[in-house]
């Protein structure tokens, strides 16, 4: 399985950037059945859960720092996730990186998730 980020960009505050998530190597039934997510993670710090979704049942959770301005959807047909953050503030600056590959019990921690992509960085200046 093989994930590519993009979307990340230099922004200001305020500003809203879309990261999409591409997934190759896999089934549709098998991307439907996964669970795919989002992480960030900023210099010295852990990975940070932010925002997954099923996509076979459209289900949604998202972290604390994604409630009210981000939003996570998936295209079925193009194995695709989207993050679409809003309202961007200084620390939202991060690497974000894509996740699948689920087989744990919680969305929120990273080591439930099998398979990685490269990260796509989002720095918001102040």
């Known amino acids: 399985v093989l994930l590519v980020e993009s979307g990340g960009d230099s922004v200001q505050t305020g500003d809203s950037l879309r990261l999409t998530c591409v997934a190759s190597g896999l089934t549709s039934s098998a991307f439907e059945r996964d669970v795919i997510a989002w992480f960030r993670q900023a210099p010295g710090t852990t990975r940070e859960f932010v925002s997954a979704?099923?996509?076979?049942?459209?289900?949604?959770g998202a972290g604390t720092s994604a409630k009210d301005r981000f939003t996570i959807s998936s295209d079925n047909a193009g194995y695709t996730v989207v993050l679409q953050m809003n309202n961007l503030k200084p620390e939202d600056t991060a690497m974000y990186y894509c996740?699948?590959?689920?087989?744990?019990?919680?969305?929120?921690?990273?080591?439930?998730?099998?398979?990685w992509g490269q990260g796509t960085q989002v720095t918001v200046l102040s």
């Open positions: 979704i099923s996509p076979g049942t459209g289900r949604t």
């Open positions: 996740a699948a590959g689920f087989t744990g019990t919680w969305w929120s921690e990273a080591n439930a998730f099998g398979h």
